[in-house]
């Protein structure tokens, strides 16, 4: 079973309007949650990331939503920009000293951002 | 360098052919990650390396993968009597034993076509 699901492959927005990627995960014990954001022919590059003892993290642009009850976090940015189109990842840790073992990461949301 | 370095940038191998992919971490990061993404599809993790203990092989998808790392830098992914379905952008990261508050970096990636 899929420890981390993004439900949508692809999300289309207009330019100037706002995105809103979703993640939901399947282990309570994660309490520490990455979005890594992918460019065509590049590594992914880490975009942003929350605590479990926080229920939203915002970084410029981009804001991210953490609802532990539902074991659901979003990724919102806005306003959405061109140079945002790419593959977003989801991927929730474990925040404690010492080996955290492998790292998952959802499918991913394919952005397009129209001009 | 300062970042993960990876390669080949690009092979292109004949079906039944043996292929060795290598990454260097950055310097001082003892956990170590392989994933691939294929065409359409998410990160899928591979293999991991955390210092000296044993590797997480959950992720290798059949006996033809295999994975070292050589005096806890350097690390060789091998892929013998490649299939097309081998096809992928492989993609190495690495990270600082505890990683949730420094995140993980990936090298650009190696890109596999088995024709």
């Known amino acids: 079973d899929q420890q981390v699901k993004q439900n949508s492959p692809s999300l289309s927005v207009q330019e100037g309007r706002i995105s809103i990627l979703n993640c939901d995960y399947t282990?309570?014990?994660?309490?520490?949650f990455l979005w890594y954001k992918k460019y065509p022919a590049e590594g992914p590059t880490f975009l942003i990331s929350?605590?479990?003892?926080?229920d939203k993290n915002e970084d410029g642009r981009f804001t991210v939503f953490l609802n532990k009850s539902a074991k659901h976090l979003s990724l919102h940015i806005v306003p959405s920009q061109p140079g945002d189109s790419a593959v977003y990842f989801c991927?929730?840790?474990?925040?404690?000293?010492?080996?955290?073992?492998?790292?998952?990461f959802g499918k991913g949301t394919k952005l397009s951002v129209k001009p | 360098g300062a970042g993960v370095s990876q390669s080949p940038s690009n092979k292109v191998t004949e079906k039944g052919k043996d292929v060795e992919l290598r990454c260097d971490p950055i310097?001082?990061?003892?956990?170590l990650y392989w994933y691939r993404q294929s065409l359409g599809q998410g990160l899928e993790f591979l293999i991991y390396?955390?210092?000296?203990?044993?590797?997480?092989k959950s992720g290798l998808p059949s006996d033809r993968f295999s994975a070292e790392r050589t005096g806890g830098s350097v690390s060789t992914l091998t892929i013998q009597r490649t299939q097309q379905e081998d096809s992928a952008v492989y993609l190495c990261a690495s990270s600082l034993e505890t990683r949730a508050t420094n995140t993980i970096y990936f090298g650009e990636g190696s890109w596999l076509t088995v024709v």
């Open positions: 991927a929730p840790d474990f925040n404690y000293g010492g080996s955290q073992g492998n790292l998952i």
């Open positions: 390396f955390q210092g000296n203990s044993a590797p997480d």
């Open positions: 929350i605590s479990s003892i926080k």
């Open positions: 282990n309570s014990m994660f309490d520490y």
């Open positions: 310097s001082g990061h003892t956990a």
